[in-house]
């Protein structure tokens, strides 16, 4: 089953406007992770926060994590018709093995210029 | 960080046919990944590949359907066998880097549509 439930499961915004997606998941954590996916292209990471940071930076992406409530939100500012794909976030397991990420269902951002 | 060649980039295949997939990685790496994803849904891990062992299969998939090998530290290949129209997803291919803080780089995906 999957470890991480993004929502909304598609968001339609315009150029400018901010762009919020969260995630929850179940088990505890080493560290979160979000990855974009470009039109059923490969992933590309962006941004990771350990599991005892709650809140990260970069470029137009923040992204906090909540332990105790165990969800994660990814904000991407100032939004761009090319911020437009699938946005991912990953869990990496506490007390095992860091490579196995498991994935959720992803949220569908478009981004209409 | 790691640049992952993946091929081919899409197919189009007959059911009951088979294909195999292949993965290149510019770098030594212990790990690989092999990850479907079905249309619209989230990535399935279906198995960890390691050099020099046979690879780990999540629950689900199965060493005859999706025989994979791993001859050395920077190639693996996937073959989807007996296909059959539900086999039409994306696959992908994945490394990870890092020991505590894992980052995880994919090749752009097989799209495989079965007819």
């Known amino acids: 089953s999957q470890q991480g439930e993004e929502d909304p499961q598609a968001l339609s915004i315009q150029e400018g406007e901010n762009a919020t997606m969260n995630c929850s998941y179940k088990t505890s954590i080493n560290n979160l992770q979000w990855y974009r996916q470009n039109s059923g292209r490969g992933l590309v990471h962006l941004i990771l926060i350990r599991s005892n940071e709650r809140e990260k930076h970069s470029g137009r992406l923040r992204v906090t994590l909540d332990t105790s409530k165990k969800s994660s939100s990814l904000l991407i500012t100032a939004s761009r018709a090319a911020d437009t794909a699938s946005y991912f976030c990953a869990t990496g397991p506490r007390g095992g093995s860091n490579y196995k990420l498991t994935f959720g269902k992803g949220t569908l951002l478009t981004v209409n210029p | 960080s790691a640049v992952i060649s993946q091929k081919p980039s899409r197919d189009i295949c007959q059911r009951g046919t088979s294909l195999t997939i292949q993965c290149q990685v510019d770098?030594?790496?212990?790990?690989m990944f092999w990850y479907r994803q079905q249309p619209g849904q989230s990535l399935t891990l279906i198995a960890t590949a390691n050099q020099g062992s046979e690879a780990t299969y999540e629950s689900g998939f199965v060493i005859d359907k999706f025989p994979i090998s791993r001859p050395n530290l920077t190639f693996s290949t996937l073959t989807v066998s007996n296909m059959s129209p539900e086999d039409s997803s994306i696959y992908l291919c994945s490394v990870a880097v890092g020991f505590r803080d894992t980052e995880a780089f994919f090749g752009q995906g097989t799209r495989l549509t079965v007819v």
């Open positions: 770098s030594q790496v212990t790990m």
